[in-house]
């Protein structure tokens, strides 16, 4: 399966934008880039996912690099409860499309 | 967004007995569920991934015989871990998914098992 390489962690302060990096060189052309994030004691929640052009939502943005082998997902203004792990992962047909294979993701600290 | 529900949030029980999570899809049909284990400190990995009607497919090193995976709705699946240990405490999450293997899925709000 083709992986992913995140920050550990970062650190953001509140009020302030955040670019969360991902690496993914190895990624296969139907690949889709998919972003979790894992509130402390919850069960992942979807941010976004994409597989060439930019995306927008209301959660994030998602910037993909033109030859697809790094994305950067965009909080615009970090507040408190944005804290959490982001997972960056890639989905598709070669792990049967319907996998989420989670990797060590990036722990973001948001600072008032 | 659909939501996924799991039950009960956190328990503890002795070892040696067995304790049964439940995972409801609440507003859609989930076609495939997938049961993963979280430890603390560390990513979740997948356990099982079970289509409804159909016997679950366990992951590498997951021992189908210790957690059994029912999905017999197709809006409730559940794993009940079979004479717990200490070892198995742990976050137990859910995630659902309705139709393609390419759709969203949705994952539960887990459920903390420690077991003593």
């Known amino acids: 399966d083709a992986k992913t390489t995140q920050p550990n962690s970062m650190e953001s302060n509140e009020e302030e934008p955040v670019h969360l990096p991902c690496n993914h060189s190895?990624?296969?052309?139907?690949?889709?880039i998919h972003w979790y994030r894992q509130l402390p004691s919850q069960g992942p929640e979807y941010v976004i996912h994409?597989?060439?052009s930019n995306v927008n939502n209301r959660m994030a943005s998602l910037a993909i690099a033109e030859d697809r082998k790094s994305s950067t997902l965009i909080l615009h203004r970090a507040t408190l409860r944005d804290a959490a792990v982001y997972y960056c992962i890639l989905r598709g047909s070669r792990n049967a499309g319907n996998m989420l294979t989670f990797g060590g993701g990036t722990r973001l600290m948001v600072k008032p | 967004g659909a939501v996924v529900s799991q039950h009960p949030s956190r328990v503890i029980c002795k070892s040696g007995t067995s304790v049964k999570i439940e995972c409801r899809s609440l507003d859609f049909q989930a076609t495939t569920m997938f049961w993963y284990r979280q430890f603390p400190k560390q990513s979740l990995m997948l356990m099982a991934t079970s289509n409804e009607g159909s016997k679950a497919t366990y992951e590498q090193g997951v021992e189908k015989d210790k957690f059994l995976i029912n999905h017999a709705s197709l809006t409730l699946s559940t794993l009940t871990v079979t004479s717990a240990h200490p070892e198995d405490s742990s976050f137990y999450i859910c995630?659902?998914?309705?139709?393609?293997?390419?759709?969203?899925?949705?994952f539960g709000p887990g459920t903390r098992l420690t077991v003593l």
């Open positions: 190895t990624i296969s052309g139907t690949d889709y």
């Open positions: 994409g597989l060439t």
């Open positions: 995630s659902a998914q309705e139709g393609s293997p390419y759709n969203e899925q949705f």
